[in-house]
């Protein structure tokens, strides 16, 4: 069963627009969430991460993060066709443990 | 500072071949992971070290699946005997550990089993 699940598996959106991207772990031992951002071809890079309860914003994005529901949520303003990735979601779980979910393919159309 | 580094970037081997994969992580840190990636199963989790011992054995993977930490500086994920299904990308990733902390991915390894 995977264990960190994000939504949706794939979005459009124009050159401008909002996108908001999904994940909730089902493990109640995880602590830490992060969010990485993988180019067609590349590997993965961490893109932001978030520890407590509440919002984190650097540039165009903004994370939430509601630790009583293990749910967390990026959101990319003013999208730019550059923005067009895998987006990941990483958990630890205990003993630092990350695990990763399947993505969100995230497609802006200029 | 070098990052991960990870060899061969591609390998093709038939079914029931050994293949080793090789990794080195950043230099200083201390947690190494290996995963694989699949368009079907997305990131999995193989194996995970923390100071050279073996945390996690990688479940469903370990009957012929096994990774090693011959010192702090190098690892091997060897799979034996390799099957189609093992065609994957096989990501090396590191970092200083203690939680909370980010991944450094290496440029992966494309593994063709035909």
């Known amino acids: 069963q995977q264990k960190v699940q994000q939504s949706p598996e794939s979005l459009i959106v124009p050159e401008g627009g909002m996108a908001s991207l999904n994940c909730t772990s089902s493990?109640?031992?995880?602590?830490y969430f992060w969010w990485y951002r993988q180019h067609s071809g590349k590997s993965p890079k961490m893109l932001m991460?978030?520890?407590?309860?509440g919002e984190k914003e650097e540039g165009r994005f903004t994370v939430h993060l509601n630790k009583a529901s293990l749910h967390t949520s990026l959101h990319i303003r003013d999208s730019q066709p550059s923005d067009s990735a895998l987006y990941l979601c990483?958990?630890?779980?205990?003993?630092?443990?990350?695990?990763f979910g399947k993505g969100t393919h995230l497609h802006v159309l200029p | 500072d070098a990052g991960v580094t990870q060899t061969p970037r591609h390998e093709v081997a038939e079914k029931g071949q050994t293949i080793i994969l090789k990794c080195e992580p950043v230099?200083?840190?201390?947690?190494l992971f290996w995963y694989r990636q699949t368009k079907i199963q997305g990131l999995e989790l193989l194996s995970y070290f923390r100071s050279k011992s073996l945390m996690e054995d990688g479940g469903a993977f370990k009957d012929r699946f096994k990774a090693e930490m011959l010192n702090s500086s190098f690892s091997t994920l060897k799979i034996q005997p390799t099957e189609p299904k093992d065609s994957a990308v096989y990501l090396c990733?590191?970092?200083?550990?203690?939680?909370?902390?980010?991944?450094?991915f290496g440029s992966g390894t494309r593994l063709t089993v035909l």
């Open positions: 990733a590191s970092s200083t550990g203690g939680g909370a902390e980010t991944l450094y």
């Open positions: 991460s978030i520890f407590s309860n």
């Open positions: 990483a958990a630890d779980t205990n003993a630092y443990k990350v695990i």
């Open positions: 493990d109640r031992n995880v602590d």
């Open positions: 230099s200083g840190h201390n947690d």
